[in-house]
């Protein structure tokens, strides 16, 4: 399995140099541990897993090239490592296209398209949702932006209209 732990330290539960320098310094997360730990008790195959995980206020999002596996069947999977978390999870195809990527992100808020806006900073989006469905979005538009913006590579603002 492809998690950000080596599989070695999810079956032995005690942490090689390597995983245990990610973990002190964040650059991998309690939340990704335990989503590792969940998805190595569902067994699955050896091709699937997950590149990151990250926290939103109402939802954890995961990033993974094998979305179906993540998933599993009827939901069972991802039921299970939301179950752990205590959190919604939102599995997110990390091949996806970045604009795929955001309108899954804000979802169950539908985005109504992104616009690109030239500056004379450079580009930046402005991503737009309609202002009724603001308390679907997954967390304040203010931190959405910053996470958006990282996708998009460029500055982002979440435009309620
Ligand atoms: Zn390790």
């Given amino acids: 399995m492809k998690t950000p732990v080596c599989d070695a330290c999810l079956a032995t539960n ?3 140099a390597s995983c245990q320098r990610k973990l002190d310094s964040g650059e991998v997360t309690r939340t990704e541990l335990e989503i590792a730990k969940t998805l190595r008790a569902e067994n699955l195959s ?10 939103l206020k109402d939802a954890v999002l995961i990033f993974t090239l094998t979305p179906a596996a993540v998933i599993g069947r009827q939901g069972k999977v991802v039921k299970a490592v939301s179950k752990a978390l205590g959190k919604k999870v939102k599995v997110i195809d990390d ?21 690109t806006v ?24 203010l931190a959405l932006k910053t996470l958006v913006s990282q996708f998009l590579g460029a500055p982002a603002e979440i435009i309620l209209e």
């Fill in 118 to 141: 030239f500056k004379s900073g450079g580009k930046e989006f402005h991503i737009r949702v309609p202002r009724e469905e603001a308390r679907l979005l997954p967390d304040s538009p």
């Fill in 95 to 115: 091949a996806a296209s970045p604009h795929d990527k955001v309108a899954e992100i804000l979802r169950p808020a539908r985005m109504l398209g992104v616009n």
């Fill in 46 to 55: 050896e091709q699937a897993g997950f590149e990151r995980a990250l926290e």
């Fill in 14 to 16: 005690s942490f090689c």
